[in-house]
């Protein structure tokens, strides 16, 4: 398929995902591919101080990316991996978290309604993090924030963002089946959710938009990729091509990223952050990464997991059939993403390693044949 088809592709994927005219779906698209990733975004700090303690009424002593100073960076974090996520230092009050989205201020009502999820979980009693303030969201120059409490604790991993503790994993999988059993409610916890944020919201959705967001990486790449990365380049486009997006599956508030990296505090009162994605949608996805992440460390991690999760949440026939597919949804995601940015440094993928190779396949049918042996016993 020639750049300019691929490229039309992923518009009509994203124009159908969103209900949008070609021609939106189009500068959405164009935009996304022009713009850094939400989370490698540097913040403009200069003057946000000012803004926060003009529209809080509070004294600011420092604003900085939470992973910058190692008394604060949460254990387990890279350096630089969290440039949008800043902790802001009171020296008459607890530390505040402030998130700066690179949505523009047409979108502030994607991150308010974070703001109301985030108050209907308090309501319900689920640890996730708390709002800062009645009116937590705010415009700094072009971009949304929202402020919430710090969770105190750093992330239940070890420095190379891994645990080994199946108690932990216990505990995550029983909080994901307790968010997945939620009553259903109106307003922003009943959007669509479940996708990765990307940049400026163009993709956040149902997780079948990571579906629409990886082909327009791909669909980014395509002009300046080498002739060694061709091959990768058209398998990882079949496979999205060909990707179950779990529609049709049974649906609940879900996470967007939910994993080790999505947690913090102690062990045994972990805290979830992070729902800039949230909403509702199929839940196996977000199950489906979990276990795919766990798996890394062994068997007895996805043991954990699905000890968890059962306690509140069982898993329907239709969902064990499909998981093969979905537990491989967020890795070609990541790999697309991969792929365009290896492209952009001049870089040549291969067929070889990387979150999504041939082997995956393999891979996610045994770990999910692995599951409905544990589900079945």
């Not at 910058?68 to 009171?90: E, F, M, Q």
Request: charged letters at 25%.
């Amino acid at each position: 398929m020639t750049q300019q088809g691929s490229f039309k592709r992923a518009v009509r994927q994203r124009a159908a995902a969103t209900g949008q005219r070609y021609t939106q779906a189009l500068a959405d698209l164009e935009q996304i591919n022009r713009s850094p990733f939400a989370r490698t975004r540097p913040v403009r700090l200069v003057g946000l101080g000012d803004h926060l303690a003009e529209r809080y009424g509070a004294t600011i002593s420092s604003v900085a990316p939470i992973d910058d100073d190692l008394a604060t960076r949460p254990r387990g974090s890279w350096p630089g991996h969290y440039p949008s996520t800043l902790y802001v230092r009171r020296p008459d009050g607890p530390p505040w978290i402030a998130r700066v989205f690179s949505s523009a201020a047409d979108r502030l009502d994607r991150v308010q309604g974070d703001a109301e999820i985030l108050r209907f979980l308090a309501e319900q009693g689920f640890p996730a993090e708390r709002l800062a303030a009645d009116d937590p969201v705010s415009i700094f120059e072009t971009s949304a924030v929202i402020i919430t409490e710090v969770v105190e604790g750093g992330r239940p991993t070890d420095a190379d963002g891994r645990s080994d503790d199946p108690a932990v994993l216990a505990e995550l999988g029983g909080l994901l089946g307790r968010l997945h059993a939620l009553p259903a409610s109106g307003g922003a916890v009943s959007r669509d959710g479940g996708a990765e944020e990307a940049d400026g919201g163009f993709y956040v959705g149902r997780p079948g938009c990571d579906l629409a967001a990886a082909m327009g990486f791909l669909a980014a790449a395509e002009a300046t990729m080498p002739k060694a990365a061709r091959e990768k380049f058209d398998w990882l486009r079949a496979q999205v091509e060909t990707a179950d997006d779990a529609e049709g599956l049974p649906e609940a508030l879900t996470h967007s990223n939910f994993h080790l990296w999505s947690a913090v505090g102690v062990p045994g009162g972990l805290t979830i952050v992070g729902w800039a994605g949230s909403g509702r949608g199929p839940r196996l996805p977000a199950l489906a990464w979990l276990l795919r992440t766990a798996a890394e460390g062994g068997p007895h991690l996805v043991d954990a997991v699905l000890r968890g999760y059962r306690e509140h949440v069982q898993l329907t026939e239709d969902e064990l059939d499909r998981l093969p597919g979905i537990l491989n949804l967020r890795p070609l995601w990541l790999a697309c993403l991969d792929l365009r940015m290896t492209v952009e440094a001049g870089g040549a993928p291969t067929m070889e390693g990387g979150w999504l190779h041939p082997g995956s396949a393999e891979h996610a049918e045994r770990l999910a044949a692995e599951v409905a042996g544990v589900l079945r016993r």
